[in-house]
């Protein structure tokens, strides 16, 4: 199974993020063709941990996993899948680039691709990950983001954490006027100034469909936590940041599962 978010780490390179400096040692642009790379795995009792990290004067490229991963042949596969995808992609797109800059006589700036997979929780019967994913593609600026997926550890399927649940409208009809209400009060706390709702690009509450659903537990045996993430552009400006959102599984929540994973989430207490 290859869940849309899977599409998502590559997308945030489009909008372009921090400036070309920041980047400059980190990815060797003075190094003509210096290269790089480096590869570590951590063991552990439940797996083990995969860390690749890789530079070239064109870009520089990290994606790591952790040791809870390696436990679980599927999930490792694809996210090793992914690995290979993504670098082959930037790879690439940064010989293309670099290539059209000298022909056309204009500097290349290094592009960089970073991915890096982390626990949120696991519990029995299931793995819920959250990955920091960040990219530059020689802008004024890069862009970084929280994608998320959980690993269905009986089924042996990695599913999207919206999908646990009767439908993505199900969900938010349970969970939208909490999370909208502590999603103004932090972005007003940001502005300096109440959100204004007629500002038609960031003053209303996104769609579910624009947002990140991760889920968590405090007890380490079943869900009773979510965060609701916000990503850079979608629920304010570049400058203010993405929006991470933490809320209560309450019964409403609950009430929303598709019966077949109710076994899985309690009422937090």
């Given at each position: 199974m290859h869940p849309r978010l899977f599409l998502i780490p590559?997308?945030?390179?489009?909008?372009?993020c921090s400036d070309a400096?920041?980047?400059?040692d980190a990815v060797g642009v003075d190094q003509a063709a210096a290269t790089a790379s480096a590869e570590a795995s951590a063991s552990s009792a439940k797996g083990k941990a995969r860390n690749v990290s890789e530079e070239t004067d064109a870009y520089f490229f990290e994606y790591s996993y952790p040791a809870e991963v390696g436990a679980y042949?599927?999930?490792?596969?694809?996210l090793d899948r992914q690995l290979e995808a993504e670098r082959?992609?930037?790879?690439?797109d940064t010989a293309q680039w670099k290539a059209e800059a000298e022909a056309e006589g204009f500097e290349f700036r290094a592009h960089s691709s970073n991915l890096e997979w982390k626990v949120v929780a696991d519990i029995p019967g299931w793995l819920s990950l959250s990955g920091d994913a960040s990219s530059y593609t020689g802008g004024a600026h890069g862009n970084y983001g929280t994608v998320g997926l959980v690993y269905d550890k009986q089924a042996k399927t990695i599913r999207e954490a919206i999908d646990l649940f009767r439908s993505p409208t199900a969900?938010?009809?349970?969970?939208?006027a909490k999370f909208c209400e502590k999603l103004d009060a932090e972005r007003a706390k940001r502005r300096g100034e109440p959100v204004d709702p007629?500002?038609?690009t960031f003053g209303t509450c996104p769609p579910i469909d624009d947002l990140v659903l991760l889920l968590g537990s405090s007890n380490g045996?079943?869900?009773d936590r979510v965060g609701i993430i916000a990503n850079p552009y979608v629920a304010g400006a570049y400058a203010e940041g993405l929006y991470e959102i933490d809320l209560d599984v309450d019964a409403r929540m609950v009430d929303a599962v598709k019966?077949?994973?109710a076994s899985a989430f309690t009422i937090h207490r």
């Amino acid at each position: 199974m290859h869940p849309r978010l899977f599409l998502i780490p590559l997308l945030v390179s489009s909008a372009g993020c921090s400036d070309a400096g920041e980047y400059g040692d980190a990815v060797g642009v003075d190094q003509a063709a210096a290269t790089a790379s480096a590869e570590a795995s951590a063991s552990s009792a439940k797996g083990k941990a995969r860390n690749v990290s890789e530079e070239t004067d064109a870009y520089f490229f990290e994606y790591s996993y952790p040791a809870e991963v390696g436990a679980y042949p599927e999930l490792k596969a694809e996210l090793d899948r992914q690995l290979e995808a993504e670098r082959a992609q930037l790879v690439k797109d940064t010989a293309q680039w670099k290539a059209e800059a000298e022909a056309e006589g204009f500097e290349f700036r290094a592009h960089s691709s970073n991915l890096e997979w982390k626990v949120v929780a696991d519990i029995p019967g299931w793995l819920s990950l959250s990955g920091d994913a960040s990219s530059y593609t020689g802008g004024a600026h890069g862009n970084y983001g929280t994608v998320g997926l959980v690993y269905d550890k009986q089924a042996k399927t990695i599913r999207e954490a919206i999908d646990l649940f009767r439908s993505p409208t199900a969900f938010w009809q349970s969970v939208s006027a909490k999370f909208c209400e502590k999603l103004d009060a932090e972005r007003a706390k940001r502005r300096g100034e109440p959100v204004d709702p007629n500002d038609e690009t960031f003053g209303t509450c996104p769609p579910i469909d624009d947002l990140v659903l991760l889920l968590g537990s405090s007890n380490g045996k079943v869900f009773d936590r979510v965060g609701i993430i916000a990503n850079p552009y979608v629920a304010g400006a570049y400058a203010e940041g993405l929006y991470e959102i933490d809320l209560d599984v309450d019964a409403r929540m609950v009430d929303a599962v598709k019966p077949e994973f109710a076994s899985a989430f309690t009422i937090h207490r």
